[in-house]
């Protein structure tokens, strides 16, 4: 999972993505480093383990982003 996945994904709002800040809040909500992800990325397994089903969305728009570039 990346940044760009984070900041395409079908929303609640005209635009895609989801909030920045709160995606920060969350991230810290849940112990995982908001700074290592925007540079490395996470692996979808790290949010599954969370539990919580909006890292199970992103995980969902992550897979139909690969797929929809032949990855």
């Known amino acids: ?8 994904i079908p929303y609640f709002r005209a ?4 909030c920045l800040p709160k ?3 969350w991230f810290g909500e849940h112990g995982l480093d908001f700074a290592a992800f925007i540079r490395e ?8 383990a969370t ?3 909006m890292a199970e969305a992103l995980v ?3 897979h ?3 797929a929809a570039n032949g990855q």
């Open 15 to 18: 635009r895609p993505g989801f």
């Open 1 to 8: 999972m990346t940044m760009r996945h984070v900041r395409t």
């Open 23 to 25: 995606t920060r809040t």
């Open 41 to 48: 990325g996470l692996d979808e397994a790290v949010l599954l």
């Open 51 to 53: 539990g919580d089903g």
């Open 60 to 62: 969902r728009w992550a």
């Open 64 to 66: 139909e982003c690969e």
